[in-house]
């Protein structure tokens, strides 16, 4: 009678901790969805009003990761690599900054909902695929299916701010490529809070120049 118990009992073990691995990326991915304020408030700010906004966001950023790195202070959520080194965070606010300044406002709106939104969705479903290994698309390229729910959620987000499928199309396999794929310059990775709305406005900009 006991034949079934331990397939039970690794199930219920997976779906604890697949539970518990979706809850702590969601608390995780709150700083990205937070930061949807961005292209919200760019709708209604001038652009140099939000530039100074964010100049002064840096400088309150600079402070916590001083604190932060002589153990004053601790944030919450923070991966491994990010305990020995720069935030991620920081990297989400010099990506959103550098595509208000280089950027039309409509594509930098979305490229910016694209780092926010579709990044959360693309870490969740990773989570979800690598429930034994949380940490295993971070050093390696996502999974195919990982990669899709990017791009169908960029996808979505530049057809609904641009109203342009190929624009569309482009500004999401740019994110797609940023979120997916590991890159790296004179050997340090590159974070994709940084690539993904900068990969992303690039390709809809160079495309909407030549179309």
């Known amino acids: 009678m006991k034949c079934g118990y331990p397939g039970n009992k690794y199930s219920f073990k997976m779906s604890i901790t697949k539970s518990s691995v979706l809850i702590e990326e969601a608390k995780r991915k709150t700083v990205h969805i937070c930061g949807v304020a961005i ?40 991966r491994k690599k990010e305990e020995r080194g720069i935030g991620a965070y920081v990297f989400f606010f010099i990506g959103a900054f550098l595509s208000i300044l280089l950027f039309e ?6 490229a910016i909902l694209m780092l926010a939104i579709g990044d959360a969705a693309s870490a969740l479903a990773g989570a979800v695929v690598n429930v034994d290994n949380p940490d295993w698309h971070e050093k390696r390229m996502k999974r195919p299916e ?52 900068l990969f992303s406005g690039v390709l809809m900009s160079c495309f909407v120049s030549i179309w």
Request: proline share 5%; glycine share 8%; hydrophobic share 60%.
């Open 146 to 197: 990982v990669m899709l729910v990017m791009f169908i959620t960029s996808f979505t987000i530049g057809w609904l701010v641009l109203h342009s499928l190929p624009v569309a199309v482009f500004g999401a396999l740019g994110a797609t490529i940023a979120d997916g794929v590991p890159l790296r310059a004179y050997n340090v990775q590159l974070d994709d809070n940084l690539t993904i709305p």
């Open 105 to 110: 406002k409509s594509i930098a709106i979305a």
């Open 39 to 78: 292209p919200l408030l760019y709708l209604v700010l001038q652009k140099e009003l939000l530039i100074l906004g964010f100049l002064l966001a840096f400088v309150l950023i600079a402070g916590i990761e001083w604190l932060r790195f002589r153990g004053i202070v601790s944030l919450p959520f923070l």
